[in-house]
């Protein structure tokens, strides 16, 4: 079946260092692959997502690109900022099929 | 202003009783879903309803029940057979789940506790 393999967090960084998230995923189909953002005691925003192999998603100064030939969809940001402390999920969705999850990976941003 | 509402925010639950989670949405999605998130962990999937009138189990239904009577109403009960209730619960909605590229809407979520 399919899957979603997430970098174990927590991530701690500096404000304005260079974030990557990895996020891996197997599936059978041809996945649409999304990136949703957790802030606390709150529920999944989306953050950005990607439809087909090769395409680029960004938004908010973050960036993720459709890896076919590596299964691959990491996350990336030039230069963090406190704000952007919350959790991130990487996610996959095949036609017809339930999203898909991975465990998350919480991030702190220290000043 | 459309969206998932989602009340209440704060539920507890004393043993043996049933409690019931709301879920009404306005975005006229087809497709939603209950979600149950224990602290640090991922979202594990408990309930779905792709139309009106049917229901599916996720991965984690036992000791929950849904009911799915009009388009912008999910709620999920959680009855007494759930032994650790306690978690965060998310609703969520769908356009149309027949698309791969139809991004899931969250709910701001329910905090259930066990008194």
């Given at each position: 079946g399919n899957s979603v393999t997430q970098m174990e967090g927590p991530v701690t960084l500096s404000e304005e260092a260079f974030l990557t998230i990895n996020c891996t995923y197997t599936a059978t189909g041809y996945p649409s692959l999304f990136w949703y953002v957790q802030y606390p005691g709150e529920g999944l925003q989306l953050l950005l997502k990607a439809t087909k192999a090769d395409d680029k998603g960004s938004n908010k100064g973050f960036e993720a690109t459709y890896r076919k030939e590596t299964t691959s969809f990491h996350l990336e940001k030039g230069s963090v900022q406190v704000s952007d402390s919350a959790v991130y999920f990487c996610a996959l969705s095949d036609p017809g099929q339930n999203f898909v999850f991975g465990p998350g990976t919480r991030l702190s941003v220290l000043p | 202003d459309g969206g998932i509402t989602q009340s209440p925010k704060y539920l507890f639950r004393k043993e043996g009783q049933n409690v019931t989670l709301s879920c009404e949405q306005?975005?006229?999605?087809?497709a939603m879903y209950w979600y149950r998130q224990d602290p640090g962990q991922g979202l594990r999937l408990i309930y779905y309803s792709q139309i009106v009138n049917d229901f599916q189990k996720g991965d984690i239904a036992e000791g929950y029940s849904v009911s799915r009577?009009?388009?912008?109403s999910f709620p999920l009960t959680v009855t007494?057979?759930?032994?650790?209730?306690t978690a965060f619960y998310l609703c969520a909605t769908r356009?149309?789940?027949?698309?791969?590229?139809e991004k899931l809407f969250f709910g701001s979520g329910t905090q259930l506790s066990v008194l």
């Amino acid at each position: 079946g399919n899957s979603v393999t997430q970098m174990e967090g927590p991530v701690t960084l500096s404000e304005e260092a260079f974030l990557t998230i990895n996020c891996t995923y197997t599936a059978t189909g041809y996945p649409s692959l999304f990136w949703y953002v957790q802030y606390p005691g709150e529920g999944l925003q989306l953050l950005l997502k990607a439809t087909k192999a090769d395409d680029k998603g960004s938004n908010k100064g973050f960036e993720a690109t459709y890896r076919k030939e590596t299964t691959s969809f990491h996350l990336e940001k030039g230069s963090v900022q406190v704000s952007d402390s919350a959790v991130y999920f990487c996610a996959l969705s095949d036609p017809g099929q339930n999203f898909v999850f991975g465990p998350g990976t919480r991030l702190s941003v220290l000043p | 202003d459309g969206g998932i509402t989602q009340s209440p925010k704060y539920l507890f639950r004393k043993e043996g009783q049933n409690v019931t989670l709301s879920c009404e949405q306005n975005l006229n999605h087809d497709a939603m879903y209950w979600y149950r998130q224990d602290p640090g962990q991922g979202l594990r999937l408990i309930y779905y309803s792709q139309i009106v009138n049917d229901f599916q189990k996720g991965d984690i239904a036992e000791g929950y029940s849904v009911s799915r009577e009009k388009k912008e109403s999910f709620p999920l009960t959680v009855t007494s057979a759930q032994k650790n209730p306690t978690a965060f619960y998310l609703c969520a909605t769908r356009l149309d789940s027949r698309l791969a590229n139809e991004k899931l809407f969250f709910g701001s979520g329910t905090q259930l506790s066990v008194l």
